[in-house]
């Protein structure tokens, strides 16, 4: 189940970074979404994912379906 999560949560985090990065406009050339280096169950019923340059997301489930997105970029 942890493993299910955390592959979920990681596939997660490309998708929604890659809508970060084309919702800021501009040129997109050299441009690349940030990798996820590591990810974590903080508890039981979240995850935190460590992306690069000190970029953090954590996923906190609420249900099966149902989960709430935190995403810091300031580290």
Do not use: W
């Amino acid at each position: 189940m942890l493993r299910k999560t955390v592959l979920m949560t990681c596939g997660v985090s490309l998708f929604f970074s890659g809508f970060a990065f084309s919702a800021q406009g501009g040129p997109q050339e050299g441009r690349q979404a940030p990798l996820v280096e590591d990810a974590r169950k903080i508890n039981p019923s979240a995850v935190e994912v460590l992306l690069g340059k000190d970029h953090r997301m954590t996923f906190d489930f609420y249900g099966d379906n149902i989960f709430r997105l935190f995403r810091d970029d300031s580290g």
